[in-house]
């Protein structure tokens, strides 16, 4: 649903990206340091998506499974997170001024534990 290549109604992927969003806000606020300044960050990225969480569980239908093919999809996808970083107050805005993406690395292979997102964040 978060795909920039999947043609759905407007208020279907806008229900999936505030969703999105409110759950990366709730793991991000706990994790910013106490006396954490706005401000330039570097961002990290592992994002694992093989597909096998999902595979495995016969709760979520098969248009939930997302493996992105290529960088630039993972990243578009990734845009509430990011949304999600000024919410938390680490970055002012989400332009490139603000955060700098350091390093994007894409695993769709089921040569690991898991799907998931590995964010590193660290102030400039």
Not at 41 to 62: D, L
Not at 65 to 74: G, I, K, Q
Request: glycine fraction near 4%; include cysteine; charged fraction near 25%.
């Amino acid at each position: 649903m978060l795909s920039p290549n999947v043609k759905s109604h407007f208020m279907a992927k806008s229900r999936a990206v505030k969703s999105y969003r409110s759950d990366c806000l709730r793991h991000i606020r706990p994790a910013k340091p106490y006396r954490w300044e706005k401000g330039r960050v570097a961002i990290s990225i592992i994002y694992r998506a093989s597909g096998e969480t999902h595979a495995k569980n016969r709760m979520f239908p098969k248009e939930c499974l997302y493996v992105p093919r290529d960088e630039h999809n993972a990243v578009a996808a990734l845009k509430p997170m990011m949304d999600a970083l000024v919410d938390a107050g680490v970055a002012p805005t989400d332009s490139t001024t603000w955060i700098v993406h350091e390093k994007f690395l894409l695993l769709t292979r089921w040569t690991f534990e898991g799907d998931g997102i590995s964010l590193t964040v660290r102030q400039l």
